[in-house]
């Protein structure tokens, strides 16, 4: 099986902090994403990244970046935290052979509080 | 560009009975449509893909789909609902030239109600 980790299942932060998000999977798949989670509004791609140093916006990119330097692990970085960043980030990696209905798999999740 | 609608932020069945969780879609070329489960404080889980080699898909936990073209529809049902079914349930699209991007549904949650 798939297993994809996330270093944090809660997180608690201050405004202006920088703030790490880390996301390791053992499948060595080529694609990995981040998501942000919201009620009432679904899963929300922030970054993807289809190989290594190779990263592309997603549809919510506006106050964070990314760092992917080996294959396996996938960073999401708040660059100065806001509380409207408050959310639930969900990492996924697929693997990038074997056509487009290759699915996505999930890690468990940060919750994010920013105070 | 691509889209799902999911109708029904909230759906309740009684245990034994039917469910159906429903997605429509948008897409100019041929889909790929995903259903995902959440289980609370979890990570999103595969219940099955639909990928054109059969319009009737079965998933796991008793669960299927059917791809319906004419509809622009992936219904997901499941004949006699269990406790432990209630969850949130997301409906994805991917389509060719996307980058293996999904764009999700904003979820259903099902209670399941003795």
């Known amino acids: 099986d798939v297993k994809v980790t996330q270093s944090s299942r809660y997180l608690v932060k201050r405004t202006g902090e920088k703030v790490f998000l880390e996301c390791v999977q053992d499948m060595d798949h080529e694609n990995m994403f981040w998501y942000r989670q919201d009620p009432g509004l679904g899963l929300r791609l922030i970054y993807f990244?289809?190989?290594?140093?190779?990263?592309e916006k997603g549809d919510i990119p506006e106050g964070y970046s990314v760092s992917r330097e080996k294959k396996e692990r996938f960073s999401l970085i708040l660059e100065s935290a806001s509380t409207n960043q408050t959310s639930m980030y969900l990492c996924?990696?697929?693997?990038?052979?074997?056509?487009?209905?290759?699915?996505?798999?999930f890690g468990d999740g940060t919750r994010l509080s920013i105070l | 560009a691509q889209s799902v609608t999911q109708l029904g932020s909230h759906v309740s069945v009684s245990e034994g009975a039917l469910v159906l969780l429903r997605c429509n879609y948008s897409s100019s070329v041929p889909p790929y449509l995903f259903w995902y489960v959440q289980y609370p404080n979890q990570g999103l889980q595969l219940l099955l893909k639909?990928?054109?080699?059969?319009?009737l898909v079965k998933g796991i936990n008793g669960f299927e789909a059917e791809f319906k073209k004419s509809e622009t529809s992936f219904h997901l049902t499941k004949p006699s609902a269990h406790m432990s079914d209630a969850a949130e349930y997301f409906c994805?699209?991917?389509?060719?030239?996307?980058?293996?991007?999904?764009?999700f549904g904003t979820g259903t949650r099902l209670q399941v109600t003795l």
């Open positions: 990244s289809y190989d290594v140093k190779m990263k």
């Open positions: 996924a990696s697929r693997s990038g052979t074997g056509g487009f209905n290759q699915p996505q798999h």
């Open positions: 994805a699209v991917s389509i060719t030239g996307t980058a293996s991007k999904l764009t």
């Open positions: 639909y990928t054109s080699a059969a319009t």
